[in-house]
């Protein structure tokens, strides 16, 4: 037998499933890398549309990749996960050639300084994807919003908590099977005041799928979530989940722009009840949306994940 016959052998690729998530998260046990992509929920919740996500699983190591029809430009793998070994600019040229891939998409920032640098250049074209920078946060600061420079959003909590929790308008619960559909009905709510259905292939109507699939997975994902109902109606709701040994992600954060100083509320509850466990949270990226930018800006996040597209040479 030829002992390099593996390294010549096809990978086969297939499409990722709910029913899939068992079988791909314990090669996320010790993710390594910082990107909120890197999560078995939310390579899952985003497979949408014309936006597929297929995976491999090649001598024991992850293999996950992205296309969109119509747009041979954006098929790519992500970085491969192996709960054995690690990637070096070389092993990442190959087992791309050797999956029929000329780029990844997400390699972190964070990561790509622990190659070589001469070695990633000579193999890589590096090129910068600034709308999927993460944020991220320390968890102490989004629960106890010290100092000036979070003094704006106590402001609105403190106007919230006096038209609202004052008067005993407002419960803070935890998502439970039974409060899905309702959850889905005020995000169906929350999409007509933002648009999300006027182009199925904008990142909002993706954004949507990902939050429906999530909240009818919550338990297989391992998702933890909280709803704020004001006046016994769900008027907020906020899911995170584990990014890694340190980080929590904030995959979704919805709530009635309507109401004044709710953002801010839900956001510190769900650093209080989600999030106390870990030193950082990951509000991921802002999606180029001027907005978002502004939002997650506003909360001071104490570093940027970059996001790299890898083009082989």
């Known amino acids: 037998m030829d002992p390099d016959a593996d390294d010549h052998k096809v990978m086969k690729f297939k499409p990722v499933s709910v029913s899939d998530y068992d079988i791909i998260k314990p090669f996320f046990s ?30 024991g190591e992850l293999f996950i990749a992205g296309q969109k029809e119509g747009h041979p430009e954006y098929r790519h793998l992500i970085l491969p ?24 998409w ?26 999927f920078q993460d944020y991220v946060y320390l968890t102490d600061d989004l629960i106890h919003l010290p100092g000036n420079r979070f003094s704006k959003k106590r402001n609105l909590i403190h106007q919230f908590s006096r038209e609202y929790l004052r008067k005993d308008r407002v419960i803070v619960e935890e998502i439970d099977p039974t409060d899905v559909e309702e959850c889905l009905q005020f995000l169906e709510i929350w999409c007509d005041q933002h648009d999300c259905d006027i182009d199925q292939e904008s990142n909002l109507a993706c954004e949507k799928h990902a939050v429906i699939t999530t909240l009818k997975n919550m338990a297989r994902f391992e998702s933890n979530g909280i709803q704020v109902r004001v006046d016994g109606k769900i008027f907020a709701f906020g899911i995170g989940s584990r990014l890694n040994r340190t ?35 990951n509000k991921e990226s802002d999606m180029n949306i001027p907005n978002l930018a502004e939002s997650k800006q506003s909360y001071n996040p104490i570093l940027r994940i970059k996001s790299y597209i890898l083009t082989l040479r």
Request: hydrophobic share 35%.
């Open 106 to 131: 997400y390699a972190p920032g964070d990561y790509l300084e622990t190659l070589d640098p001469a070695e990633l250049d000579s193999l890589f074209i590096k090129e910068e994807q600034p709308e």
């Open 247 to 281: 980080t929590a992600t904030l995959n979704f954060e919805k709530a009635d722009t309507g109401i004044k100083g709710l953002y801010q509320f839900l956001d510190n509850e769900c650093a209080r009840r989600l999030f106390s466990g870990f030193r950082y949270v």
């Open 81 to 104: 996960l192996s709960r054995e070994t690690s990637f070096t600019p070389s092993r990442l040229h190959d087992v791309a050639r050797r999956a029929g891939f000329d780029r990844y």
């Open 30 to 59: 010790d993710n390594p890398y910082g990107l909120s992509v890197y999560s078995p929920a939310s390579i899952i919740a985003w497979s949408y549309g014309t936006f597929k996500v297929d995976f491999t699983i090649d001598n």
